[in-house]
Structures are given as C-alpha cells and as structure tokens.
C-alpha cells in the first residue's frame, strides 16, 4: 500500500496579499439566489420594499428569486440591504437572523461600478 505525500502551504511563509482591501473585496459572496425570496419573506418585505433600501430594479429582484445570477454588485446590493437588518447567509442554509452580526458585505455604493446596479 502507498501514499502520496501531500505538500500542504506553511502558512508562516505565505506571503500576505499584496492590498487588502482588493483581496476582501474580492471574496465570494454568502449571498446567493435562493436566499433572496426567503430573506425578504423573513423581513416581511414586498419586492418593492426590497428596492427602495437595496437600489436594485425590480426585474433585477425577479430574476434573482427565479435563481438567475446578477452581476457581483447587484448581489452585493441585495446582500448590503438584508444584512443590515442583521440576516446572515451560508450557502446551502436558509437566511439566518444574528442581532451581533451587521454588515459582513461591505457597502456597494463605496463601489467603483455601482451605477452599473441592474
């Protein structure tokens, strides 16, 4: 019987990023279509609601409940709206209530692209 050597990083010698703030900002989102019906239902908000505090379009809200991917600030913006009110998402869970946990997704209108919200 053999095995293979596996190699793991020495976490002491991995060289940190290069811009933080770039490298968190990049980090994928908990955030995902099948947490926006539920979240919102859980707030007790109407789809209109949800786009007066997110910014997001009304079509762009639909198309997400229907599982359709949007673009990373358009998610992001969603994401912003409902945690604030202190919902917190994992993928695979349904929305998860915390009052200690705000604001894991930083703000989308500090973003570069955020006219381009759908």
């Known amino acids: ?3 293979d050597i596996i190699n793991f990083p020495n976490p002491q010698k991995a060289a940190p990023p290069e ?3 770039e490298f968190f900002a990049n980090l994928p989102l908990s955030f995902r279509t ?3 019906e539920p979240a919102r239902s859980a707030l ?3 789809v209109e609601a949800l786009a007066f505090r997110s910014s997001v379009s009304l079509d762009a809200i639909r198309k997400v409940e229907r599982g359709i991917e949007m673009r990373r600030v358009t ?3 969603l994401a912003f709206a ?3 009110e202190g919902l917190i998402f994992f993928p695979g869970h349904p929305p998860f209530r915390s009052d200690d946990c705000r604001g894991a997704t930083p703000d ?3 973003r570069g692209d955020y006219h381009l919200l759908e």
Do not use: K
Request: proline residues 5%.
């Open 44 to 46: 007790g908000w109407s």
């Open 19 to 21: 811009d933080m703030e």
């Open 82 to 84: 409902f945690e604030t």
């Open 75 to 77: 998610m992001q913006a």
């Open 108 to 110: 989308p209108r500090m």
């Open 34 to 36: 099948e947490h926006c």
């Open 1 to 3: 019987m053999s095995a």
